[in-house]
């Protein structure tokens, strides 16, 4: 379903009419961001499978900072892996990296450790790995990838689009009161228990994740 679908869904709910773009008056912007609301709210509430990526990096000799081109200020880090040398890394802190770089002797090797360093001007991670490498290596990052708030009517979404109508529905008739002797209230709440069926569902996917262990 696109950004452009839904928020016409959510209207038609409200007994609106349709539009033909989401920024076409300014009760369809309204709706428009009520959506962005709503999906950031479930994307938020699960590592959904659909946003699931793997992000591959290729090292350089003695470069120790790389872009992750695609990771905004909003994923969140399921495993990175030296696939080249087929081993997990491990996240240390920033101040351990600053300190092997920095204070102690610099070893130039395989990369064993990473730690995140801010972002580019364009919004990409930037991740620093230790030892420096020094020879062509893939690094896997795999990520959940939260999308951006949408703009474009085209836009697709990625995770369970009935809890998105329901809750944005929700929010615009708490803006507006009671709609179709329904409360803002009540309708949240319809969206709630459809988030929560839609992640027991996903969940299902990965029920491994769930079990501790002590690695």
């Known amino acids: 379903m696109t950004y ?3 928020v016409n869904r959510v209207l038609v709910r409200l007994r609106e009419e349709e539009v033909t773009t989401v920024n076409q008056n300014s009760y369809s912007k309204l709706i428009g961001t009520f959506v962005n609301d709503a999906k950031r709210m479930v994307e938020d509430a699960w590592d959904w499978s659909s946003l699931r990526t793997t992000i591959t990096v290729t090292t350089q000799a003695d470069v120790f900072s790389y872009n992750l081109i695609g990771a905004n200020s909003s994923f969140k880090t399921l495993n990175v892996l030296n ?3 087929n081993c997990f890394m491990e996240h240390i802190p920033a101040f351990e990296m600053s300190n092997q ?27 620093d790995v230790y030892p420096k490498p020094n020879a062509v290596e893939y690094l896997r990052f795999n990520l959940v990838q939260r999308r951006d708030e949408y703009t474009n009517d085209a836009d697709v979404f990625y995770v369970p689009t009935q809890a998105v109508i329901q809750l944005a529905q929700g929010f615009a ?13 009540a309708m949240i709440q319809l969206g709630r228990s459809t988030l929560a069926d839609a992640i027991a569902f996903d969940v299902a996917r990965f029920p491994t994740e769930f079990i501790w262990r002590d690695v």
């Open 173 to 185: 008739m708490e803006e507006r009161g009671e709609t179709g002797g329904q409360t803002s209230g």
């Open 83 to 85: 696939d080249t040398k």
């Open 101 to 127: 770089y920095l204070i102690q002797p610099v070893v130039e090797g395989s990369p064993t450790q990473y730690t995140w360093n801010g972002f580019t001007a364009e919004g990409n991670a930037i991740v």
């Open 4 to 6: 452009l679908e839904a």
